[in-house]
């Protein structure tokens, strides 16, 4: 992964990046490097924002009372007061539309006991809309250093004390920078992107529409530094941990590294409509085999499955009354 160094950080020296507002690293103010000139300033971007999710997308002219593709809301235009990153890489949809409402019916038709039982035949189909949402894919450099309990070496105890330090490399984890998409869905729809097939320009459905970053490098800084550590401890546990059994795994991570590159990654938002009511699905553009959404719940099958449960309370009551 490749990123457009500029200048080094005052404090520490870690590269910044053109648009970087802080220290990826330290955190220390880039204002100071970009009135200079070292770091060249990003024009203020408009884009229509919605006012119940939170989410931004390209502005265009063209669009007339913009709805939010994610929760169907009215948009607003607005000017931001600071830079927006934008995506350096595009994956292209790979999942047809029609595919996409393929998924939605197969979701539809799974057998779950709380769902109605009509699910699939009363549903309708309210929109589809291709999207794609920000992600910050990054690389980092990390000393880590950990300690745990494990079996090994425990002798007559039944625990001994393990600690240590390790340099560590991470290669393409992506956080997310989407205020549209849920952290869970973020992160289930992460796992199943080819990464590999990046493109410089958009390639999808021509009504496709880009979420903007809501996140800068900077901001992400502590999501970056959660996901390595969550990365850092299981590499620990599988790789210097000795033993076969371990408890009270602890790990601090120090970056010494990071580069970032700014993805847009395609999924389908869809909505549908039961009973009066807009339920929302998301198909993954590439894995149309990733299906995230929610669903009604049937409040007969809730009301028989608590009737029951009370029916044998009474029985229990009853039988240990005597």
């Not at 292209?92 to 197969?106: H, M």
């Not at 779950?112 to 920000?134: I, K």
């Not at 393409?172 to 989407?178: F, G, P, R, T, W």
């Not at 371990?246 to 938002?269: D, F, G, I, Q, W």
Request: glycine share 6%; net charge neutral; aromatic share 6%.
């Amino acid at each position: 992964m490749t990123a457009v160094t500029v200048v080094g950080c005052e404090r520490c020296g870690s590269a910044l990046e053109v648009g970087d507002l802080r220290c990826p690293i330290c955190g220390l103010a880039a204002d100071a490097l970009r009135t200079s000139g070292l770091v060249p300033a990003k024009e203020q971007a408009k884009v229509v924002r919605c006012d119940t999710c939170g989410a931004s997308l390209e502005y265009s002219a063209e669009v007339k009372a913009p709805r939010c593709a994610f929760c169907a809301s009215v948009m607003h235009v607005e000017t931001t007061a600071d830079p927006l990153e934008q995506a350096e890489v595009f994956l292209p949809f790979t999942v047809e539309p029609t595919v996409a409402r393929e998924a939605l019916g197969r979701f539809l038709s799974e057998k779950r006991f709380f769902r109605p039982s009509n699910l699939a035949t009363a549903a309708a189909l309210e929109s589809l809309r291709p999207m794609w949402w920000p992600a910050w894919g990054f690389s980092a450099g990390a000393r880590v250093s950990w300690a745990a309990d494990s079996d090994a070496g425990s002798g007559r105890s039944a625990w001994a004390p393990h600690a240590g330090q390790a340099d560590m490399m991470f290669e393409n984890i992506l956080v997310s920078a989407s205020r549209g998409l849920t952290e869970r869905e973020c992160e289930r729809l992460a796992d199943a992107y080819a990464l590999e097939s990046q493109e410089r320009a958009p390639r999808g459905p021509e009504d496709a529409q880009v979420e903007r970053f809501d996140v800068t490098r900077s901001g992400a800084r502590r999501q970056i530094l959660a996901a390595v550590e969550a990365e850092a401890r299981e590499q620990v546990e599988r790789e210097h941990i000795p033993g076969k059994r371990r408890r009270n795994v602890h790990v601090a991570v120090m970056l010494s590294s990071l580069e970032t590159k700014r993805y847009a990654l395609p999924a389908y938002v869809l909505a549908y409509r039961y009973r009066d009511k807009l339920y929302r699905v998301v198909v993954h553009g590439q894995d149309a085999g990733v299906v995230l959404g929610d669903a009604p719940v049937s409040m007969a099958k809730v009301v028989l499955v608590v009737g029951a449960v009370l029916l044998v309370l009474v029985a229990l009551v009853l039988l240990f009354a005597r």
